[in-house]
């Protein structure tokens, strides 16, 4: 293990333990929104996707990577699109009633 | 040479420190979910974050002109964008579950890819997690899959559980680890992509067989979890690559989702290791009701008009049942006609009314009730006793005394709403059979102040606004 992964696993259990305390301040109200926020988040492993397609087409064998990498690239924007757009469609919901109020 | 050099450095310093910032843009953006009035804009900040994520991964890694990856990106967003305009409030469980399971296949394929040492290094560690991933992101998306199956029925919602469930569930799980260990310290005698392709084939199974066994009721407890597994297989593709935005927005979805998770836990009085080993179902044999179900026509005409007319404190407690007759709009057109009579109408929620954490607010919200009038079960427990009124719509075992006062059955512990604390109370339901959990409820056995109105919510609650 170099540094880098000794600092890349410091960045994981700091970023749960900041993200653990965060959320704990979402009230049930807006759960679902906050999960399926999040699951767009989780959709940022299209990050990795994007690299290692780069890399992959360039293998020995690039039909491999061109499939794969095109598929996890699909994959992970699906999850990334779908997540924000449904989650940005329901808090339209909620903020809908304000405006009746004023 | 050494400019060449300390230009690299700097660029690195540079793509670190946009990392951190981009991680505290994604921080801030949750944090600004805490408040209705302020989520939509933390949602779009941590949409902008993965757009400038994306923009700067190209950069970084010089990857600009490789055109494949700009279809990828195409393609995916059309489809996701469709997906999620298209749904419909009750569906969304199912939809979250998808996206989860997509999510997780991305992340176990950038697995594949660093196992066979494309996009990393193939040192020990970058082994290790790159297989971690595979697993993860595997379970993920069969477990995914399968519960989102369960939710769209397109299998059955009953827990389908095979022979010795419990050993092949744990036996599954330990083969899992050995196969990791063994794609992380096996030679150069073995292939590496059969070693991957392996583990993924054990890795389906485990998640088919740890879900398969989930009933429609659990379903918010397997969702928050597959949600935590999709964020941490994230973040361990991240550690295999060496993608430190990855691991980090990774951990705090990871995170998110084991609290909600233990949110879920609490609610339903279950333990996470039980359900980690297949417990998730305290079904029993459904026991038929002993009440004559002749009387219960009779009363279920009689919902009396006068107690709706002169409440002044009116509490609504609805279930999943509401949100299956599609009675929503209609419960919202009761509590509508109770306010005009000048009755303060709340609701009540019950932490697993609905599918997924937090489901019954969003299709309350659709039908135009106010948040505002959402209140959380802990908040309105202690309104009950005081209240005019209490109606129950489609809720069964949210409201069961018996999981307060009676032991021993599968929801004793349960935190409940205390509706039977109501001198009066109206009840919307399908019928008299016990809940998901299989216990009698003892309030439709009470004599006084409890009317029964069986039958489709959406029917029932149409006739009396048209007897009103």
Not at chain 1, 10 to 19: D, K, R, T, Y
Not at chain 2, 268 to 293: D, E, F
Not at chain 2, 298 to 310: C, D, G
Not at chain 2, 336 to 361: Q, T
Request: net charge neutral; with cysteine.
């Amino acid at each position: 293990m170099d540094s880098i992964q000794g600092i890349l696993l410091v960045v994981f259990i700091v970023a749960a333990l900041v993200g653990y305390f965060i959320i704990n301040r979402v009230p049930s109200l807006l759960h679902t929104p906050l999960m399926s926020g999040m699951n767009a988040l989780s959709g940022v492993t299209i990050l990795g996707a994007l690299v290692a397609t780069a890399a992959a087409i360039h293998s020995p064998s690039p039909l491999f990577g061109y499939i794969f990498g095109a598929l996890a690239i699909v994959l992970a924007m699906i999850n990334v699109a779908g997540g924000f757009v449904v989650t940005n469609r329901m808090l339209r919901m909620f903020t809908k009633k304000e405006k009746h109020h004023d | 040479m050494i400019n060449l050099v300390f230009m690299v450095a700097i660029t690195d310093t540079v793509y670190y420190i946009v990392c951190g910032i981009l991680a505290v843009i994604v921080l801030t953006g949750i944090y600004l979910m805490s408040k209705v009035k302020t989520a939509a804009f933390g949602n779009f900040l941590s949409a902008l974050a993965i757009a400038f994520g994306i923009v700067l991964t190209l950069v970084k890694y010089d990857i600009i002109p490789v055109w494949i990856l700009y279809i990828g990106i195409a393609v995916g967003f059309l489809i996701g964008y469709y997906l999620a305009v298209r749904v419909k409030m009750i569906e969304m469980p199912q939809l979250v579950a998808f996206l989860n399971g997509v999510g997780g296949a991305a992340s176990a394929i950038v697995g594949f890819f660093a196992y066979l040492g494309i996009g990393t290094d193939s040192d020990l560690f970058s082994k290790i997690t790159a297989l971690l991933a595979i697993a993860v992101g595997t379970v993920t998306f069969f477990g995914s899959m399968v519960a989102a199956g369960k939710l769209h029925k397109l299998i059955s919602q009953k827990p389908i559980i095979l022979p010795f469930h419990t050993i092949i569930t744990v036996g599954l799980f330990s083969v899992l680890i050995a196969s990791i260990i063994f794609g992380t310290f096996s030679g150069h005698n073995t292939i590496p992509s059969l070693n991957a392709v392996a583990l993924v084939v054990i890795a389906a199974l485990f998640g088919l067989v740890f879900t398969v066994r989930v009933g429609g009721a659990d379903m918010p407890i397997t969702i928050s979890l597959l949600n935590s597994l999709s964020g941490v297989a994230g973040a361990i593709a991240g550690l295999a690559i060496k993608d430190v935005l990855l691991v980090a927005v990774g951990g705090i979805v990871g995170a998110s989702g084991l609290l909600l998770t233990q949110i879920m836990c609490k609610a339903m009085n279950r333990r996470l290791w039980t359900i980690l080993l297949g417990k998730t179902t305290a079904i029993r044999k459904s026991q038929v009701s002993a009440l004559p179900q002749t009387d219960l026509e009779e009363s279920s005409t009689a919902v009396p008009i006068t107690v709706l007319k002169t409440a002044k404190k009116v509490i609504i407690v609805p279930g999943y049942g509401m949100a299956l007759a599609q009675a929503q709009h209609l419960v919202k057109a009761l509590a509508d006609r109770l306010s005009e009579n000048g009755a303060a109408v709340k609701y009540a929620i019950h932490p697993v009314a609905g599918r997924m954490p937090g489901h019954m607010n969003v299709l309350l919200c659709e039908a135009d009730v106010d948040y505002e009038d959402l209140y959380e079960m802990a908040d309105i427990n202690n309104e009950f006793a005081a209240a005019d009124l209490t109606i129950i719509v489609g809720a069964n075992d949210v409201v069961n005394p018996a999981a307060r006062d009676t032991d021993g059955t599968p929801i004793s512990g349960m935190p409940i709403l205390n509706a039977d604390h109501c001198p009066n109370i109206v009840i919307f339901n399908y019928d008299l059979k016990p809940g998901y959990a299989g216990v009698d409820n003892p309030l439709y056995k009470r004599k006084e102040g409890v009317w029964l109105a069986l039958g489709d919510a959406a029917v029932t609650i149409k006739n009396l606004l048209e007897k009103w």
